[in-house]
């Protein structure tokens, strides 16, 4: 065991933070900023931030360098992780590209495919959506019915994906369809790569629960999709999907933005009067903000023993499904946590007079509901460990 | 011994669940969330008031209906059901208020409450960030022949359209309301949005100007003898805690109807071959949910026995249903958003309704800590009265 | 709604605490002081005692008076437990018989039954043991395996039970066994009573994880029993077993064992020692206790609501099993929060040096710890109320 | 960067395993229970110091093995496991201090301690209900060239055969760990009696007169200067934080071994036709409890290297792992119990022993309330100095 940090580690470290030190003062979030205003601004704003980051050499970088990546060490990918959150720079637009069409292409694609796409994901020139979940295939994703049909040298998919962040404005989509419907359930799926400009093809944003826009149904209607954007074995797309899933899984993001919260979350309590102190005098409330900083470290943790693991050259085990499923029951603990601090003013929307921050926390905690849902629920999570890692037998069998 | 619904009790449930369910849609609340708040029609109101569901905890001489504690109860949960405004538990627990304070409180006002002309709320919470009478620091001060009322109110539920604000104001013997019309000079209302689109407000009492007698009950020490008046302090306490026992009634229907509509969504939603509800991990969560809305409504039952009998334990049964109904309400509703899955999570659907208002009343007269606070003081003190 | 006593139930409260004042002094708990001593004085004390009390007029309240019961209203009964609690009085040496196999002969035994064996459950006479489980049938009882043949007039017994409570004392047994080895599992199952003192029994006590002994093992080995021992229709008993399941879960009883517990534990955690002060001095502790409190009284009125419906002549709906759910998980809560009280002394034993309070605590834990399992899991709860009560579909299909 | 266990610590994880699986049998612990003190027997003693781990974290020039924190850990971890006694973490423990006081007290005894022909333990608790270094009020005073030690101890780990105890005694500066001899005149043993069958006790120390040099490292203010030994005040706390950090080790073994058994069992036993451990009453239960495991797991790596560090975050991360692997022992202890059934509830099985050693362990060296208060304040302090 040794969490030491080379010499030659701390010397990029530095090299990172003198560059962002340069470059943080246009680096804010473009995104959130363009609530109400100049939505295309924002977006060129966004893809710009990521472009110039990935110039500077800090995105991609697992990725081999033929395709735009970096071929950095992973210690080098948690300094790179720790300082981003240091300056709480923006998040990147291209995440769904970066994390999880990107890896899948860099084992599955074909050399064609990779040249074609990998650096324009770095990049953020084409901008990646996922369709995977259907309305009657959620957490039974392999029941989905999207069709794809060959016909020549195409394939033609129709069928309805739903659940789709990005859809109104991303350039490309991958997504799954069934090639053999006689197949069992599993062995006639396919992965495709399509573009959003393809006739056929609409997009209708859903309004969450939050009241915010973040996912669309997109339908497809004889959407036809050339066959060199077939990602790996036709009919062979669920193993394929199944090794994206573990990749949207595993990471340190989590940590980074839980502990932003936690410490924005402590100032608040530090401050918040109630009765005749604040909101941080209670013992109760400071076991539990003591517990949430337990908890983060624990995820910290378990993230570094993921990557050591993977540096080692093993597979990460149990961490990624452990890490997901504690990271969002994590993130409900602390919502719920906040909006407890709050007392009596939780009860008060975004815009009232009162509300504590801005309303940050009901928005927290809506957003913390949805992280238990989203990318697999709780319940699945469990059921995977439960089989995976333990070896019970299949409490669903299908 | 009874200690279920009488058949009269029932028969208001069916007749409040029908009336909401005709009369009341969700999509009122989920529109006007865009637009808070969420308000009910004057039609609606004068509806329910000829109903006598205003003046249902008020004296029949008084005007009211004559129900008493677990009656209004009744009321409180199907409006929760319903995601009907919480305007109607508002009024009515001001109504109660105004009805106890004697015959001087007796009137055209009371009486143009219960029939849906006027309104009345109470306004008890503060800036400071703890909740009911003990918090309070807005001032009733006598000076002369008037009394002057100065302080800081918020989230006062209701406050629009309401023309007279009971005000809770410390005095020299405890806490008291004192009745402030919403016009008076110095009063000045702004309005705050609720979560769940429920109107409230901030109300700033500039040292305003009221006729001695403004005040419900009397605030003379206990010592000093004859006023037959119902005791100021305890009135502003018992209505509070009234309104507590409603708020808690409230969440206990915003709970069922959220486990109904998840317990129906499992039934019918079939994933991997089978309906959801045959997985434990949905089952088992949806009986402990049951378990949280059976032991809500077994404590409310207690408390609404206790609060008619006047019993001593009334103010610990009323804490107690409140923390259970916290429970019981956040659970339901993220078992209810968590088990839709994806779809429980969009705009269209109910949950996320049933969830604001959740979050919403377990703000409102308390959370769990602080009545788990206030029932270990109380029960501190009654051992050491013994 | 309405919870007053009449006059005529306060007389009788009256009465019943005159007699107690009595005859409490006698009514110390004959068996718990037979720890190490005089087993079997300590054993007719406790039949003298029942006997005492029902003589008294204060058992089998519920009961026909033909056989020896009061035919008492519910309210005399809520009134008889209130004050047996309120006197801390010892509990029943017959409650299986009282509680199960009584209800379920008053609906379901012939006349002949009724007469022969009811008088003696009431007045301990004759004392009963269950035999249902066994060691491959716990949660799935159905699936018992001890078989009874019809040989002429006798049933012919060969199988093992556990679980069973009282058994090296008990004189009669009532059990199930499998009368129709052909037919579905639920339909060839019937209830016969045994005579413990028949030849080819063989009980074998059995130690539990506290070190107590409260169950054993009971061997039959082609036990004879007249068939006129048969309770209900042959292959009929998986139907009346049910019922008496049902009769088990129902009661008030629990209510007064947990808040003697609550008031025990409060005075303990009034003057244990903490630091400077006492271990309630703790806020959150505070809390936690004010949550027990709210939680005995929740199963107070739940037990109410409960026996009111049954006034009404309503069948008693959800509560039974949610009280049973709910209490078992509060006194495992109750538990731990005596454990947590005792801060560092949590970990003596019994018979140590500064143990607190005798090492109650610990052996309360374990007994908690037992309440979920012991009369349907915890699980099994889960499932029924799930099923029964909010019309899920079954998770268990066999 | 490198976070799991090396190569070697790998190959000790499976030495320790094998030698306790072959060496220690649970039955020796169920027999125990009822003639306490479960005790190593001599022999085995002697090997396991001829294994190396009892002397395994301290400099091999002191006649140790020349481990890390981590190392140690892994003995613990693999005791805890097996449900060997915890005399071996509590005698390494007292090991350590004893190097890390300095040259004085390297030499005879420590290198018979290594060797396990002597014993030391340490002790810190004592009757007043709070635990850790801050509750210490035995004193140690000096008079003239003696050192003089008064108060009582208990709960002291594995008292009963050794010869030095490490008294936690209060000095003008802070808390110093004492060398008592267990026979030294004033100091009387009382066996204690733990509920997995540990062999503890209570030490009362009646004015004991010791040589001024009895003291591990220096109780001289800061500014008095020169002295080169380690700070007696942060050794002594050190030397708790190591027993922690170990306790806490042995509560991850003991989750382990008790997730192992009852998902072992979970695959074999069949009710309704199918293994249970197919229901997700079962397997979601379990999953939740390897989340614990994994959690502490990765928390005692983290708070494993801090210590070996000596950075400041140190004693925050071992109180961390000690929040973690309390609840992973009692969840996974409790889920065993549940999930065997009535079969679970036997004497004969082995699930009780792992919830005892589960429980004994939560109320040795912190429960959850008091590492989180450590945890809060030193967050205070730490904020307070940037």
Known sequence: MDLHFSAEDEQYRLRLREWLEAHTGRAKNPLAAGGGGDIMGALQGARDWQRTLWEAGYVGLAWPKEYGGQEATLTQQVIVNQELARYSTPPLINTIGLTILGPTLVVNGTDDQRRRFLPKILSAEELWCQGFSEPEAGSDLASLRTRAEIDGDEFVVTGQKVWTSLAPIADWCFLLARTDPNAPKREGISYLLCNMRTPGIKVNALRNAAGGIHFSEVFFDEVRIPRDQLVGELHGGWQIARTTLEHERSGLSNVLSLEQTLKRLWATASSLQQGTGVALDDPSLRREFARAWVDIEALRYLGFRTLSAQIAGRTPGAGASVGKLHASQLRQRLADLALRTEGPLAQLAKRSPHVVDRGRWVAAYFDALGHSIGGGTAEIQRNTIAERVLGLPRSVVD | ?386
């Open chain 2, 1 to 386: 011994m009874d200690f279920e619904l009488s058949d009269e009790q029932v028969a208001l449930r069916d007749a409040a669940r029908d009336y909401f369910a005709n009369r009341w849609s969700r999509d009122h609340v989920r529109d006007a969330l865009d637009r808070p708040p969420v308000v009910v029609p004057d039609e609606l109101w004068q509806e329910v008031a000829e109903l006598g569901w205003v003046g249902i905890a008020v004296a029949v001489e008084a005007g009211g209906s004559g129900g008493d504690v677990a009656t209004a109860a009744v009321i409180a949960e199907e409006a929760g059901r319903a995601l009907f405004p919480s305007a109607l538990a508002s009024v009515l627990t001001a109504a109660v208020a105004l009805d106890r304070a004697g015959d001087r409180w007796r009137g055209a006002l009371l009486e143009g409450v219960c029939a849906g002309t006027r309104r009345a709320v109470c306004a008890f919470e503060e800036p400071g960030g703890a909740w009911g009478p003990d918090a309070v620091r807005t001032t009733a001060v006598r000076d002369g022949d008037r009394l002057v009322v100065s302080g800081s109110k918020i989230l006062v539920a209701d406050v629009e359209g309401t023309d007279t604000l009971l005000v809770a104001a410390r005095t020299p013997t405890g806490v008291a309301l004192v009745a402030v019309p919403a016009d008076a000079p110095g009063v000045t209302i702004t309005p705050m949005i609720r979560i769940d689109g429920g109107q409230i407000g901030e109300v700033v009492l500039d040292a305003v100007q009221l006729p001695a007698d403004a005040l419900l009950g009397s605030d003379a020490p206990a010592d000093a003898g004859d006023d037959a008046g119902a005791d100021a302090d305890a009135l502003a306490r018992s209505t509070y805690d009234l309104g507590t026992l409603l708020g808690a009634a409230d969440l206990l229907g915003v709970a069922e109807a959220a486990l109904a509509v998840t317990t129906a969504f499992a039934n019918d939603r079939v994933q991997f071959g089978r309906p959801i509800g045959s997985f434990q991990a949905v089952s088992h969560r949806l009986a402990d949910v049951l378990v949280d809305v059976e032991i809500t409504r077994s404590l409310l039952y207690a408390a609404c026995l206790a609060m008619d009998e006047g019993r001593p334990d009334a103010a610990e049964l009323v804490s107690a249903v409140k923390v259970a109904a916290n429970e019981a309400a956040v659970r339901a509703t993220e078992a209810a958003v968590q088990l839709h899955g994806g779809i429980g999570f969009t705009w269209e659907l109910d949950v996320h309704l049933y969830l604001r208002r959740a979050r919403a009343g377990v703000a409102t007269f308390g959370d769990g800590a602080h009545h788990l606070d206030r029932i270990f003081a109380q029960h501190t003190q009654a051992r050491a009265a013994t």
